[in-house]
Each structure stands twice: as structure tokens, then as C-alpha cells.
């Protein structure tokens, strides 16, 4: 019976860790969206400058958490994220906004992405 018990406690742990995650990637990843959308209107006005600092500061927010993420996701969408933010860095650099707005759109997917391909739902567990 005590071996019930501590399987029943390390699954309880695990399922606690495991909403911990889901709940903060998905502050986390709002907070990366918001800051790109915020850039993408901002080139729209031609304030690139501004712009390019909201995206360095979105891709330095994902890069404080680099370790975090590549353990529990998959490698090729952190990897695949990571080039998303620099293929959008040089676009802002070119200034040219109808590449940078489709690279930039793509990015806001890749990331709301991840949160949705960590809930707990039916199409995610089959």
C-alpha cells in the first residue's frame, strides 16, 4: 500500500509541474506575441528604430530562458524560433516592411504555437 501511495504523490508532483509549465509558457509566450505585434505596428508607422528595439528585447526575453525551454520542448522549434528572430532582425534592418511583416507574422505563429502544443487537450494527447 505505501508503494500506491508515494506513485500516487510522485504522479500528483509531475501533473503539478506540468500545469506550472503549461501556465507560465503561456504568460510567456503572450508576452513575446505582444511585443512583435507591438513592432510590426510600429514598422508599419516607419519608426524602425523602435521597432527594432521591441524585437531585440522579445529575443533577448526568449534567449534569458534558452536552457529552460530547450529541456522541455522540442529542440527544433526553439531552433526554428531562434531563426525566426534573426530572419526578422535583418528584415528590420532592410527596412523593408512587406518581407519583414510575413516574417514577423510567422514568428507571432511559431510562438503561440509552442503554448498550444503543450495543453492538456484530447488532440494533443492522441
Known sequence: MKRFW???????AIFTGTLFHIRSLHGFTDTLAGLLEQADELAAAEQWEQARTLTDQAKDTWADRDVYLH?????????SIYAGFRETLALLDSR???????????????IQLLYEAEQLTLKNLL
Open 6 to 12: 508515494i506513485a500516487l504523490l510522485l504522479l500528483g
Open 71 to 79: 529541456v522541455l520542448l522540442r529542440h527544433a522549434d526553439t531552433d
Open 96 to 110: 523593408e516592411y512587406g518581407e519583414y511583416a510575413a516574417a514577423n507574422a510567422r514568428l507571432i505563429t511559431q
